[in-house]
């Protein structure tokens, strides 16, 4: 195996500890909207499921429940604390990996459903690209990746603003606090929605489907294609 020293460190990246994990409250209507995801995606009794980044574990608790063999992964020990305490309150049976997006272990052409919120952005996109290929090694044909993610649905127009008026543009009418948006901008690695997009598909993915909600959100349902079919 090739030498390491080269490769990104994931822990160098923010959620490592309890005082940020704790900002991940379960809302109220959270755990309605993963049974609604999972339901659309078509979630069944026996698959395996991934959520990769799984926070406080809410999706991976919900799929558990509808009878799914859950991988909840996250980076975070604290927030797998959080994933676990949520999942035996609900009397769901998780397990819990602590790994990311470029660690996480997995046998090939094995998942259902992998599904990723709010985590890759965190990754260069060099990475990013390296992510995607795992998780498309992870999945069986024919199965989808959920990915949600931060994203940046418009282009910045230098000419007629500056980046920081272009961000006060951005999130006008938007509940963003503006100094979590700067901070984000300045020190995270959230790209463009056509950016990712062309990622996706160059790993191999059949793009199913990309919603944006401006300014910062974006959310793409994939499919690994069977090995006879065209995309």
Known sequence: MLARDWYYTQRRRVGLDTAVASIYDVTEDSDARARQALTTLGVKPGWRVADIGCGNGVLATEAALMGAEVDAIDISPAMLGLAEIYARDRKANIRTQPAGLLSFAYQANSYDLIVSEFTLHHL???????????????????????????????????????????????????DFERDSVM?????????????????????????VSADYHAPLHGTYLLRKPKPDEQI
């Open 124 to 174: 260069p996109d060099f990475w990013k690209a390296v992510a995607m290929s795992r998780i498309f090694n992870a999945l069986k044909p024919g199965a989808n990746f959920y990915l949600r993610d931060m994203v940046f649905v418009s282009m910045p127009d230098g000419v007629e603003r500056d980046v920081e008026g272009w961000a006060d543009f951005s999130i006008k009418n938007h």
């Open 183 to 207: 901070t984000h901008m300045r020190d995270e690695y959230s790209t463009f929605g056509w950016v990712m997009e062309r990622m996706l598909t160059e790993t191999g993915f059949a793009l």
